[in-house]
């Protein structure tokens, strides 16, 4: 009996990362690349509607395109998003749906997501909220994308909160010119605006104990070599753990949100469903704090009782990069964990 169990949880844990494998596939080129709202994102969430199908879930698409298998008693759910960043990771997103779609077909019951367009402001969790959805409980399952777990030697983590985030714009103006005639005392170059500002963001939020700051785009007009810059366009993705120390970064850099997330903590209840079945399995019980934003941060600001997994980051925690790495015995326990909790659940 033993050995019939062992194996069909082997054959489950392949097939769980056959299907990683081909989401991963879909859009080509290196890395994960199923931005939010392109047709490589529809593609993955064709593949899920297959499967939850395939797990006897009654399978729904509501307004804001989310996706959604239900069993007959959908009340504890799972999920998370299948869009990504460009040549992004296999696991982020991707995992908790997928291991949501087996941890539903294994304890019969309960419900699995998979959010719009997480990557850009979680617009499907946000419309999903907005539209007055509350699910009982939501847990969601992802990669840490950080290295404590690989740090501590664990397969798992606990996670006890979600940082907050703002997502803004800055834009810098300048006056064009020809860059061999302007003298570097009459020149209003918008580039040189635009860099000192970054180096600021930079020192800000090093100043700001957990807070971190990003300036991941930049467009410069008219882009040419030969002209002074007129204009620069760049983005800020500020982050902090709590409210006070977001807001005085907020504050410190001027910045007028465009995307936000609260800072949040995960609920007792389905924390604790967690924290018993990691326990059942004599692993180590590692908790810790979210410093990536999720839909899960979404469910939980909109009161929804919510509590994330992480599975172990391979490659000193790596991610939003074709290196992202989980090992799949981590994985095949993330989804029995996973699976106990959304049957321990009342
Ligand atoms: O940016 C984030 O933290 C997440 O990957 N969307
Ligand atoms: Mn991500
Ligand atoms: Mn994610």
Known sequence: MRNLRRGRAMMRGVRILERLDELYEIGGGEGANRP??????????????????????AVEVDAAGNLIGKTASPDVWAGSHL?????????????????GIEAVERVGRGAV??????????TGSEAFVV????????????????????????????????????????????????????PMSARHDALV??????????????AIEGAVATV???????????????????S?????PDRPRLDRLVAELGLE????????????????????????RGLPVVELRSGAGHDAAVLANAGVPTAMLFVRSLNGGVSHSPDENSSPEDIALAVEVLAGALARLP
């Open 36 to 57: 939010g709202g392109s047709a490589e994102e529809d593609r993955a969430h064709e593949l899920a509607a297959g499967w939850m199908e395939e797990a006897g879930l």
């Open 83 to 99: 869009d990504s960043i460009p040549n992004g990771g296999k696991y982020d997103g991707a995992l908790g749906v997928v291991a």
């Open 113 to 122: 997501v998979a959010f719009r367009d997480e990557e850009r402001g979680c």
């Open 131 to 182: 539209r007055g959805e509350r699910p009982p409980t939501f847990l969601e399952l992802h990669i840490e994308q950080g290295p404590v777990l690989e740090q501590a030697g664990a397969p798992l983590g606990i996670v006890t909160g979600i940082t907050g985030m703002v997502r803004a714009e800055r834009v810098f103006e300048g006056v064009a010119g020809h860059a061999g005639t302007v």
């Open 193 to 206: 605006a635009a860099v000192e500002y970054v180096l600021h963001v930079r020192n800000r939020a090093r």
């Open 216 to 234: 991941g785009r930049l467009e410069v007009e008219p882009g040419v070599a030969n002209v002074i810059p007129s204009r620069v366009r760049l």
């Open 236 to 240: 800020v993705d500020a982050r902090a």
């Open 257 to 280: 949100p465009l995307f936000e997330l609260e800072p949040v903590p995960m609920a007792a209840a389905p924390l604790a469903a967690l924290r018993a079945e990691v326990e059942a």
